[in-house]
Every structure is written in structure tokens, then in C-alpha cells.
């Protein structure tokens, strides 16, 4: 019985990703600015990746015929997709943080920006 409900919680999460990843595709080709494009493309990953890695590590811990090998990929799975989760977050944040310092990408429209006011256009 638990097998079952950890296999569909984990198709559950499998599709969710897969949801995610075509929600953030649209979204990077849709949205106008580079910052609105970058999250995006982080939810994409985060979404997009974590849920259905973690939902395989459910997929692989309902399977009870190679137990020992299911126990290394659930856990497997689950480290990556903690590692992923801290990771993707702070990537993102290192390339918005470069892209401002470097002044290559505005923001239109800017309400008020406290690292930089130049950016602003003079606020």
C-alpha cells in the first residue's frame, strides 16, 4: 500500500516538473527583460528539476525487487536534488549581481534601485 502511494506521489512530482519546465520555456521566451528571463529560468531549474528528480528517489524507493539499489538511487536522488535546490538559487544571484555591476542590462521601467541610482535614468 505504501509502495503505491509513494509511486503515485512520485508521478505526481515527475509531472509537476514537467509542467514547470514548459511554464519556464515560455517564460524565457516571452518575458522582455534579462532579470525577468533569468527567474525564469531559475524556476525552471528548481521546478523544473528538483521535483521530478525527487519524484524518481520516491519512483525508485517504491520499487521493493532491487532494494539495496533502490535505497542508493532514492538517495542518490534526493542529494542531488538537494544540492540542486542551494545551488541554482545562488547561481542565478551571482549572474544578476554580474550583470547589474557590469551595467550591460537596465531595468525599464525602474522604480528605485539602491545599489546603483545612475540606473534609474536619474532617480
Known sequence: MIDLVLK????????????????????VNRFRNFYLRLHAATIGSIWGSVFPIAGA?????????????????AGVAFTTSFLILILSPAGSHALARAAHKSRVVRVEPCVHDELDPSMCGGS
Open 8 to 27: 503515485i506521489i512520485g508521478y505526481f512530482l515527475v509531472a509537476l516538473g514537467a509542467f514547470a519546465q514548459v511554464v519556464s520555456g515560455i517564460g
Open 57 to 73: 528517489g520516491l519512483i525508485a524507493l517504491a520499487e521493493s525487487d532491487n532494494l539495496p539499489y533502490s535505497y542508493f538511487m
